[in-house]
């Protein structure tokens, strides 16, 4: 008697975001949308729409429009009725919520329904007011919550506590293809540098981010104000670029403008407006800041310079503590892939850049091929699609 080995069905599995625009968490979606889709599973992702649709349909998944986004309650009711048909309909075997709004919707439709529910934390874990704990609560009510670096997983441990949820740390990924140091963003980083006015001889520095306070742009502007007053001619190759949109904070973009002609007389710092190409901006640069003054969940910047091979100086809080390694870490500067400073000192700011400036080609080439490596092994899409499938079956499996 011949015995045929049943194989498992593979899941269908819906994604629920407010939208698909073009933000971390919406190309999380789609990627994981293509990994569901390349192991033969079903892809169905709910959202409001946004450009990203396109893209997720052309790869075969399915995309349900839904006002999911909205924090009306009326609405979000509504959406629990709409997301319990269609979790019925389609045979859903796992819904995975990635933000708050939508989450508790989707939630009750997974409770309705005996579905396994997962959350992914992409965005900030506050600690107050009690009403907002209250709020972002939700995404640790599941089987499974996805942290997107230790630092997010120990602040959910910390403000909400015992909550029943496995929390998973599965970082964000990059796109290893796309943020290729010898692929095509080269010959377009080379046209960014000359719009940018750095010569071939210029040491570029870039700091990438929104204008906002937090950020770090005026303490960067200073650092290299003091950079120069040390170094002298030394430093007469260093140039900053800042870019990222002012979002109508005009007043803190004239701040910048003030500090730029206080601390660098010689304007070697340019405002460089919004730019639409990160690999090639990563590319044109010798050295990327990250030097935020508030701790961020992930810092993705200074994951995709170091996916682009360039050394990295973050300040020394939040994901940035996951995601750069210092010479200060088990392995010491062998296994470098950038600077950690403390945070919101202009002076250690300073003196990295100086470093950083002062290291010969070779040097800060090793450091950027280790940086590379370090991305492709821990934060590449790859790892985190792979991280998340797993967690996907453990679940079945449970």
Same mark, same amino acid.
């Given at each position: ?7 498992? /069905? ?89 933000? !708050?709004?939508? /989450? ?7 409770? !309705? ?39 997010? =997983? ?8 015992? *909550? ?47 204008? *906002? ?17 040390? +170094? ?7 140039? +900053?670029?800042?870019?990222?949109? =002012? ?18 007389? /010689?304007?070697?710092? !340019? ?23 508030? %701790? ?12 682009? /091979? ?9 994901? #940035? ?15 470098? *892939?950038?600077?950690?400073?403390? %945070? ?12 950083? +400036? ?6 800060? #080439?090793?450091?950027?091929? !280790? ?28």
């Amino acid at each position: 008697m011949t015995i045929k080995l049943v194989q498992p /069905a593979k899941p269908t599995v819906l994604q629920v975001i407010p939208s698909l625009g073009t933000g971390g968490a919406e190309r999380t979606t789609v990627d994981m949308a293509r990994a569901l889709m390349a192991e033969g599973s079903r892809a169905l992702v709910a959202s409001r729409g946004g450009r990203l649709v396109r893209e997720l349909e052309q790869m075969g998944a399915e995309h349900i429009e839904m006002p999911v986004h909205s924090k009306n309650p009326v609405v979000m009711g509504l959406n629990v009725e709409r997301l319990t048909r269609l979790i019925e309909k389609e045979n859903v075997d796992i819904v995975h919520a990635r933000s !708050r709004a939508p /989450a508790w919707s989707a939630l009750a439709a997974a409770r !309705r329904t005996k579905r396994p529910f997962v959350t992914t934390y992409h965005s900030k874990v506050h600690e107050r007011p009690r009403l907002k704990v209250f709020y972002n609560s939700v995404m640790t009510r599941g089987a499974v919550v996805i942290a997107n670096s230790d630092f997010t =997983a120990e602040r959910i441990r910390k403000f909400h506590g015992e *909550t029943g949820a496995k929390i998973v740390t599965i970082p964000r990924g990059t796109d290893m293809a796309e943020f290729d140091p010898t692929g095509p963003a080269v010959k377009r980083a080379e046209a960014l540098r000359e719009k940018w006015g750095a010569g071939s001889g210029d040491t570029l520095f870039l700091l990438a981010g929104r204008l *906002t306070r937090w950020k770090g742009q005026l303490l960067a502007t200073e650092a290299l104000g003091l950079m120069n007053e040390r +170094l002298g001619s030394a430093a007469a190759s260093a140039k +900053l670029v800042l870019v990222g949109d =002012a979002q109508g904070r005009t007043d803190y973009e004239d701040e910048i403008k003030a500090a730029i002609e206080a601390h660098n007389p /010689a304007l070697r710092v !340019r405002l460089a407006g919004h730019c639409d190409d990160m690999p090639a901006a990563c590319s044109a640069a010798d050295i990327v800041l990250a030097p935020s003054l508030d %701790p961020e969940p992930f810092g993705r910047s200074a994951v995709e310079a170091q996916a682009m /091979a360039r050394p990295v100086i973050v300040a020394d809080h939040g994901g #940035a503590t996951d995601t750069v390694l210092d010479a200060s870490d088990p392995g010491g500067a062998a296994a470098a *892939t950038g600077w950690r400073v403390t %945070p919101g000192d202009p002076d250690a700011l300073a003196a990295a850049m100086a470093e950083a +400036l002062s290291a010969n080609a070779p040097d800060r #080439a090793a450091m950027g091929a !280790r940086g590379r490596a370090f991305v492709e092994e821990q934060f590449s899409v790859t790892a985190m699609t792979d991280r998340t499938l797993a967690v996907y079956r453990d679940l079945l499996d449970a």
